[in-house]
């Protein structure tokens, strides 16, 4: 079975600087999905970025930026230029390729990371 | 476009008691999703529907939850009876049918239940 684990219950960052939060997870599979979200305090979760596995290439998607190392498995988020509204719950996920080994595209978690951003 | 709606966002009952959480999906999603988050613990994935069917409920934790999603449409999560190791978030998730592209999960904010 696969598990992802979030080493830092908390971190803390001051506006305008760059943060990394850890990620690894373990798995059998050679070709899956890991997500990294956030959810805000009494807010919705949302979709920060997505990385395929297949993919050598980081993906970034403008401040949010990942470093994935798939002999590792490590996957870790970069935020740079935080910003105040950027305070929130981060989860790293992991999802199996729909319809591999029975897989119907179901989300592992895991625990959190609190993310405070200090002006 | 609405996005993923769950009712209540809050609510304390006694242990013993019946709680029911609703999802309503983004129109359209034939997938929907529930997790739950014990304090302090991972997200845990509860079950899956497609339309009206339920694919996967091997994250259910035992007969005491049942879930429902007639039409196809909103879906219902009832807890008969309520423990106090049910306390936590339950998340609720939609998505498109998935193709070999895996479309992406919408979460809604969460029911926090607290069950004293």
């Known amino acids: 079975a696969q598990t992802v684990t979030q080493s830092q219950p908390e971190m803390s960052v001051q506006e305008a600087e760059t943060v990394t939060l850890s990620c690894t997870y373990d798995t059998s599979e050679s070709d899956y999905y890991l997500f990294w979200y956030k959810q805000p305090p009494s807010r919705q979760m949302i979709l920060v970025i997505r990385?395929?596995?297949?993919?050598?290439q980081n993906a970034t998607e403008n401040r949010f930026s990942v470093n994935f190392q798939k002999a590792a498995k490590s996957f870790s988020l970069k935020i740079s230029d935080s910003q105040l509204g950027d305070a929130a719950m981060y989860f790293c996920a992991y999802r199996s390729v729909v319809g591999y080994g029975g897989s119907q595209g179901n989300l592992i978690f895991g625990k959190g990371t609190k993310l405070s951003v200090k002006p | 476009e609405a996005g993923v709606t769950q009712f209540p966002s809050h609510s304390v009952i006694e242990k013993g008691q019946t709680v029911t959480l609703r999802c309503d999906p983004i129109?359209?999603?034939?997938?929907l999703y529930w997790y739950r988050r014990v304090m302090g613990k991972e997200i845990k994935f509860l079950l899956h529907f497609v339309k009206e069917s339920k694919q996967d409920e091997s994250g259910m934790p035992n007969n005491r939850f049942l879930a429902e999603r007639t039409g196809g449409t909103y879906s219902t999560l009832k807890v008969q009876p309520a423990e106090l190791e049910d306390s936590g978030v339950y998340f609720c998730?939609?998505?498109?049918?998935?193709?070999?592209?895996?479309?992406?999960?919408?979460f809604g904010q969460g029911t926090r239940l607290t069950v004293v």
């Open positions: 990385q395929e596995a297949y993919k050598q």
């Open positions: 998730a939609s998505s498109q049918r998935d193709s070999w592209m895996n479309t992406e999960a919408f």
């Open positions: 129109s359209g999603h034939d997938n």
